[in-house]
């Protein structure tokens, strides 16, 4: 079994897909989703999070990348890049959304990135736009940043990283774990028609469906 299939089965063992089509959510970009991936369970349930981790540290190892620091997105990517610096033995930050009103109003946490080579790492990405403002703060601050790290992407970011010179690199495709939930009979194909619909056109998915 690959990396991929093993992170496939370790967020759908910890039930991290979510399939609602009646009650569909609203993403902080705005687009509505009949279906999600709440990668956040991840820290609760170690042995999965540990697959994860080590699938990023493999990914690291497979291709060879420079890596000075490792960075995470506040707040839901801390947990996993935090936990991957510690695995490796690598210097860790993180990136604020926005400065703190009170204390040193630091944007990047834990140390100094200038002229350091950053890999960034994201949980989930969706039009990627907080791992995209990450980038440009840690660029800002001196860093390299050139690769973004994500556990799972939904597949509409990709023009928006290669225009800001980013590599998004997920360890598991949305579509790969959706097609793993309908093998594992976690999903029926009706649903997985309902999704692939979504994911066709997100943006008026709601409108079509009178959401």
Request: hydrophobic fraction near 45%.
């Amino acid at each position: 079994m690959n990396i991929t299939e093993q992170v496939a089965h370790a967020l759908l063992d910890i039930g991290a897909l979510h399939f609602q089509p009646n009650k569909p959510i609203t993403f902080k970009s705005g687009i509505v989703s009949p279906v999600y991936v709440d990668n956040r369970r991840l820290p609760f349930h170690p042995i999965q999070w540990r697959v994860v981790i080590e699938g990023f540290g493999q990914l690291l190892d497979r291709n060879r990348w420079l890596c000075d620091v490792i960075a995470g997105v506040a707040m839901a990517g801390v947990p996993h890049s935090a936990a991957l610096a510690f695995y490796r033995q690598t210097p860790s930050v993180f990136v604020r959304k926005e400065a703190k009103e009170h204390g040193t109003g630091q944007l990047i946490e834990g140390g100094d990135v200038q002229d350091q080579v950053v890999i960034l790492v994201e949980d989930m990405v969706t039009t990627g736009g907080s791992s995209l403002k990450a980038v440009q703060t840690l660029r800002t601050a001196g860093a390299i940043a050139e690769h973004c790290l994500c556990i799972t992407t939904y597949g509409f970011a990709e023009k928006a990283f290669q225009e800001m010179g980013v590599e998004l690199h997920a360890l598991v495709e949305f579509s790969t774990l959706v097609e793993m939930a309908v093998s594992r009979g976690e999903l029926t194909q009706e649903q997985c028609s309902i999704i692939l619909d979504w994911l066709s056109d997100a943006h008026e998915w709601a409108k079509k469906h009178g959401f």
